[in-house]
């Protein structure tokens, strides 16, 4: 199907998942997928990471035919260990004391849905984030200034965050933010939408 009028929906209210968006140049309906994101014991963070897209697309499309819906879902993973959103400064503390001088994979997985055909184009894209060895007082000071209490793994790659790291290793820098632009892109051409 060939629509470039076609409606999306992007199913989240992350403001940084709707800053990535619109980079995309298309117009989007953000709406809320109320999507029920407990882990499920024994579940891979790759297979969390998508199940969750998979679930806020569904969510977010209701009983619509009509639009194209966008849902994704991230998780952090040190040494099997999840990494949600902090929370609170101390839990931010904890988290980016543990991933000091170590390595936390991202699993950001995306699904797009074509309610007009009721098909879905998904894709997980992983993220490498190498952590320079960090001192107390960075840390203190990091969380001080930027806050980073909604983000999993406890820091803002796109602000000051990137000062803690030594390296990045990823085929969508876009992805360690929260939608892999690369995929995103790549699976609204398949819906039909026309895009650069």
Do not use: W
């Amino acid at each position: 199907m060939t629509d470039t009028a076609v409606r999306l929906v992007l199913a989240s209210t992350s403001r940084y998942r709707a800053e990535l968006l619109r980079r995309l140049g298309v117009d989007f309906e953000p709406r809320a997928p109320g999507t029920d994101e407990a882990p499920v014991a024994g579940e891979s963070p790759h297979a969390r990471a998508l199940r969750l897209a998979i679930a806020k697309a569904e969510a977010a499309a209701g009983t619509r035919r009509d639009a194209v819906v966008i849902g994704s879902d991230q998780v952090a993973e040190l040494d099997g260990t999840l990494l949600d959103k902090p929370g609170t400064a101390s839990r931010a503390r904890e988290q980016l004391l543990a991933s000091s001088g170590r390595q936390v994979d991202f699993h950001t997985a995306v699904c797009v849905l074509d309610t007009r055909d009721g098909r879905r184009h998904v894709h997980v894209d992983l993220t490498r984030v190498h952590f320079r060895p960090l001192r107390d007082e960075e840390i203190a000071r990091y969380i001080e200034r930027e806050q980073p209490l909604d983000c999993a793994g406890s820091f803002k790659c796109e602000g000051l965050g990137i000062s803690l790291f030594e390296g990045i290793d990823s085929s969508d820098p876009s992805a360690l933010i929260g939608l892999p632009l690369i995929a995103v892109a790549r699976l609204l051409r398949n819906c039909g939408v026309a895009l650069p």
